[in-house]
């Protein structure tokens, strides 16, 4: 083992989703994404254009690159050529997200953020999500709100979903995707240290498990060098991901 944390195996399974994505805007919400498309872009993503949520594109140490009016910010979101990484407060096996409300939307037992712009995201450009506690209270069988659109509503109206893509889930437990017949979630990969049973017993609905599955890649010594004394030196990502050191598991 690489000495790695549970969370800095998140960051790196935060930072694939942006492999080989050339040139589009990358917009990671929460700490561990937001270390995790820094280090992206330090290393085999160099093309991606980060913003600082304002009007400027920024370097991965936050050096202004250029000007990003919100014209052309919004011609990025529409037009298929921004990836973003988004929370969920509901999630289920097609991927409708939710994060407006819990229980009945005409009298929720709790009021979250509001659905602000999943629709929008899911439909226009490819959507991942980061969840840092994987529990059976966001891996639902049904979502209470649809806010982000999965791929069973997607499939209902082809011509408005063109861009609409959910390339990978990330969890504090493994990475998942919809790489099944019926795109319902699977079981991609495991954190080191995870098992296969303690995935589906922190999920709510029953997922797509491989016979075999893979453990999430390790960081390269490089690249714990670059999360560590570069990006996050103040080890933000460990207060989100509370450290488990990685240990080899069972599947």
């Known amino acids: 083992m690489s000495g790695a944390t549970r969370a800095e195996y998140c960051v790196i399974a935060c930072a694939e989703a942006w492999r080989g994505a050339g040139e589009i805007l990358a917009s990671p919400m929460g700490p561990v994404p937001s270390v995790g498309v820094r280090l992206a872009r330090h290393t085999f993503s160099p093309d991606l254009l980060l913003t600082d949520g304002e ?9 202004v690159e250029g000007w990003l009016p919100y014209r052309q910010h919004l011609a990025l979101v529409t037009g298929g050529r921004r990836h973003v990484m988004m929370g969920a407060s509901q999630i289920d ?5 939710n994060i407006s409300c819990v229980g009945d939307w005409a009298r929720p037992r709790r009021q979250l953020l509001g659905v ?4 929008v995201n899911t439909l226009n450009n490819p959507t991942s999500y980061w969840i840092p506690r994987h ?13 982000g659109v999965g791929y069973d ?7 408005s979903a063109r861009f609409h893509r959910i390339p990978r889930v990330v969890s504090d437990l493994g990475v998942f995707d919809f790489a099944t017949p019926d795109r ?16 589906r017993e922190a999920t709510g609905f029953e997922l797509t498990v491989p ?3 893979p453990y999430t890649r390790e960081p390269t010594p490089d690249e714990l060098r670059l999360i560590r004394e570069v990006i996050d030196p103040r080890g933000v990502r460990e207060r989100e991901v509370p450290d488990r050191s990685a240990e080899s598991g069972g599947h």
């Open 55 to 63: 009007a400027m594109l920024v370097g991965p140490d936050g050096t």
């Open 93 to 97: 096996r097609f991927g409708n997200q």
């Open 116 to 119: 602000r712009g999943a629709p």
């Open 135 to 147: 529990s059976r209270r966001v891996f639902v069988e049904r979502v209470d709100m649809v806010c």
């Open 153 to 159: 509503r997607a499939a209902r109206h082809p011509a």
């Open 184 to 199: 319902s979630m699977r079981l991609a990969s495991l954190h080191p240290g995870v098992t296969v049973e303690e995935v």
């Open 211 to 213: 016979d075999e599955v």
